[in-house]
């Protein structure tokens, strides 16, 4: 069973948005094209990742070569770190530090609090001779809070806990970062040149921590790259990544420009920040550019639902979630609480589909616009799928905008504010 995307529900007949995708067809052919005479110094070459096998191959002797490792502490932010704990958080499960022998942490900002305490996690580890792996992730080889955290966690290394640490950097080629780290002796791992940080999940940046993790890499390709062929596809009706982006495009001429991703699925929570940076990075440039949210059902049921329902009308849905689960739990027809009469002898798998399906049915009947993308299990291939759904998306929806979904020129504002203040 394959990715099932589902717009029966979202606001536009499919002859509109048949209208609204020819303006994508031309762009659509240059992938295509792409796909067929590789080209990696395109900004579209992250389409590329999907049916190389050298990433893989890479970050997979990489893994082996620590596999020893208790602990991997991934130092990224953004399009560095978010990827891997979307696909991390998935397939391993949320609480799968708590779960395996193999414990991943990511240091992102620069919180002094979250910071220690990944550094007395480290020290734990340590004395008790267990392997670390410190794997510092930056394209640029110069993000502050990457550069920032490394060094603050590498300086409280002595000199017989460093001999327990393996350090590996993934970075551009030519970055100041890769030449201290081939220096220093640290094993390195490209990033293909141009290949952004929000686009670079399925190259090294995430492959060689979830390869370490247990993740299969190669079906996760497999998955992204049948997803490909899909959406390099010109009928709209066929092609999911285009009528996403059709509709996207739609809604935001008629005014909705908030965007949400609801989960239904509490290891989907890290997926949907990282199609927040996605999107908004991509596509936030100028009057018409889109809101992303992220919702976890049911959680936010209880939270945003009212708002939802009874707020202004200025939002549209992404509905991700599961055909089914792999695990399940009875409530007993005799429960300890008398309050949960009429739930014995319910899974909880029932019930919460029950939710799900209540959310929708109040959708419709209050005329939401949503649309549904479901995934048949939790594996690789399915999530692969869907990161390459997205991703093309984001392209193609960025060709209706009419802006360059491979820039973000605004982001460098707070650096150089930032670097002002700390000279």
């Given at each position: ?22 303006e ?19 900004p579209e070459a ?53 779960l ?185 440039k ?15 049921l ?25 695990d ?46 479901l ?21 193609l ?27």
């Amino acid at each position: 069973m394959d990715v099932v995307f589902s717009w029966q529900y979202a606001g536009f007949p499919p002859e509109k948005a048949k209208e609204k995708a020819r303006e994508a067809l031309l762009y659509l052919k240059r992938l295509a094209n792409l796909r067929q005479k590789p080209d990696w110094s395109a900004p579209e070459a992250s389409i590329l990742l999907a049916d190389e096998k050298k990433f893989a191959q890479a970050s997979i002797r990489a893994a082996k070569g620590c596999s020893k490792a208790a602990l991997f502490i991934l130092v990224g932010i953004g399009g560095s770190n978010l990827g891997t704990m979307a696909i991390r958080d998935f397939i391993m499960g949320r609480n799968a530090n708590l779960l395996t022998g193999k414990h991943m942490l990511f240091a992102d900002t620069c919180d002094p609090s979250s910071l220690d305490e990944i550094i007395r996690i480290m020290k734990l580890h340590l004395a008790k001779k267990k392997q670390v792996v410190l794997n510092i992730v930056s394209k640029s080889g110069t993000t502050t809070e990457t550069l920032a955290n490394f060094e603050a966690i590498y300086a409280t290394l002595s000199p017989s806990e460093k001999k327990l640490v393996k350090v590996y950097a993934t970075t551009d080629a030519g970055s100041q970062l890769h030449s201290i780290a081939s220096k220093k002796g640290w094993p390195t791992l490209p990033i293909p040149p141009a290949v952004g940080g929000r686009f670079s999940v399925l190259s090294c940046v995430g492959l060689f921590p979830l390869a370490w993790a247990g993740v299969d890499v190669n079906k996760l390709l497999a998955g992204a790259s049948k997803m490909l062929s899909v959406c390099l596809k010109d009928n709209v009706n066929e092609n999911p990544a285009l009528a996403q982006a059709a509709l996207m495009s739609l809604h935001i001429e008629s005014g909705k420009n908030i965007i949400d991703t609801f989960c239904f699925c509490n290891d989907l929570h890290s997926y949907g920040m990282w199609y927040r940076q996605l999107l908004a990075e991509s596509a936030g440039k100028g009057p018409a550019s889109p809101t992303p949210m992220v919702s976890i059902g049911s959680t936010d049921l209880h939270s945003q639902e009212q708002l939802y329902l009874g707020g202004s009308r200025d939002k549209i849905f992404r509905i991700v979630s599961l055909a089914g689960f792999a695990d399940d739990q009875l409530v007993p027809n005799t429960p300890a609480l008398s309050l949960a009469s009429g739930l014995g002898g319910k899974s909880t798998s029932e019930i919460f589909l029950a939710l799900e399906g209540g959310t929708k049915s109040s959708f419709r009947n209050s005329y939401i616009p949503f649309w549904e993308i479901l995934l048949p299990a939790k594996n690789e291939e399915a999530f692969g799928a869907l990161l390459q759904l997205d991703m093309v998306s984001v392209m193609l929806f960025c060709k209706f905008l009419k802006v360059n979904a491979f820039d973000q020129p605004a982001v460098e504002e707070y650096k150089k504010e930032a670097k002002k203040l700390l000279s």
